[in-house]
């Protein structure tokens, strides 16, 4: 008898650990990591238009991002989100935040360049999604319109004829997309509270005021290429600008068709990053400039974006 207790207590124990085991493989939260290091890192781009080895692109669906050449202040003035093409009130970018909108939630918002340089070959579209979970369902959809003109292999801005020979593209890309696009790194889905920039140190906002010590890193990230240029304020005459459509800005049109039930607020933040054929101060084909954002405190000029609360 004392032996057949003996096992009947050995089988009972696996089945408790077999249970217990059983259960952890079922709440465990699935693996996620954060993009590493900061700045001068490759990043999977969806709908990525320039991946060529044979000009020293990886070939593997990335853009390096080396945001103002990794300085901490680098690459952050030049290049804005606004709410409006005016050239006068809205060039310099604005920051719009919408609450509580309802599904589906749209809006339209444009790209613009202030910088000595006047130009950026291709736009690439941020979209951070708060979330608990990566599997939280999520699904947005892109209409992206503007001139797409072939990047100059000499560094320098097109000339008109060149800005505008390929001519305004309605839907330059159009595009849905959903929890299945959040980016990876080393396999793991990212989950973050912040943006690269040329800070080697810390992250970058994704909105305005946010802040990086107190929210929750639960924000997915998805790039997006829109398949089209910008043109800048700066060395293009008033009356050219005028010429073409939306002022030669990049135009995006968002809808969020799906967000997640959970009773967690949901947040979805835009960011906008910019990409140059070069050689252009070393941007060699490589991201180098974003929109910049205030911090929770900070109160600089020239900060933009836009981002959708739901609460």
């Known amino acids: 008898m004392k032996k057949g207790n003996e096992n009947r207590t050995w089988f009972g124990g696996l089945a408790v650990v077999a249970v217990l085991l059983f259960a952890a493989a079922v709440v465990a939260p699935v693996a996620a990591s954060e993009i590493s290091p900061y700045c001068n890192v490759n990043i999977s781009v969806e709908n990525i238009q320039y991946n060529d080895t044979s000009k020293g692109d990886a070939g593997d669906?990335?853009?390096?991002?080396?945001?103002?050449?990794?300085?901490?202040?680098?690459?952050?003035?030049?290049?804005?989100?606004?709410?409006?093409?005016?050239?006068?009130?809205?060039?310099?970018?604005?920051?719009?935040?919408?609450?509580?909108?309802?599904?589906?939630?749209?809006?339209?918002?444009?790209?613009?360049?202030?910088?000595?340089?006047?130009?950026?070959?291709?736009?690439?579209?941020?979209?951070?999604?708060?979330?608990?979970?990566?599997?939280?369902?999520?699904?947005?959809?892109?209409?992206?319109?503007?001139?797409?003109?072939?990047?100059?292999?000499?560094?320098?801005?097109?000339?008109?004829?060149?800005?505008?020979?390929?001519?305004?593209?309605?839907?330059?890309?159009?595009?849905?997309?959903?929890?299945?696009?959040?980016?990876?790194?080393?396999?793991e889905t990212v989950a973050q509270n912040w943006r690269p920039s040329g800070n080697t140190l810390a992250g970058y906002p994704l909105f305005s005021q946010e802040s990086l010590a107190n929210e929750p890193a639960n924000y997915h990230l998805i790039f997006v290429d829109l398949n089209v240029s910008v043109l800048g304020t700066n060395i293009y005459n008033s009356s050219f600008r005028n010429s073409m459509t939306d002022q030669g800005m990049p135009k995006i049109t968002y809808t969020i068709n799906t967000i997640s039930n959970s009773s967690e607020p949901v947040r979805v933040a835009f960011d906008a990053y910019a990409w140059i054929q070069g050689p252009n101060g070393g941007f060699e084909r490589r991201i180098g400039w974003t929109n910049k954002m205030n911090a929770a405190g900070e109160t600089g000029t020239k900060t933009s974006g836009w981002d959708v609360l739901f609460t």
């Open 61 to 187: 669906g990335t853009y390096n991002f080396w945001v103002g050449r990794c300085s901490a202040t680098g690459g952050l003035n030049a290049f804005h989100i606004t709410n409006s093409t005016d050239m006068v009130s809205a060039t310099n970018g604005t920051l719009d935040h919408l609450e509580n909108p309802g599904l589906p939630a749209s809006g339209t918002f444009y790209l613009s360049d202030t910088g000595g340089r006047g130009y950026e070959d291709e736009a690439i579209l941020l979209i951070a999604v708060s979330g608990a979970s990566e599997e939280d369902p999520f699904s947005i959809t892109i209409n992206a319109s503007g001139y797409h003109w072939v990047p100059n292999a000499t560094g320098s801005a097109p000339i008109e004829s060149e800005a505008i020979a390929s001519g305004y593209i309605p839907g330059s890309h159009i595009g849905t997309y959903t929890e299945a696009n959040y980016v990876k790194f080393y396999g």
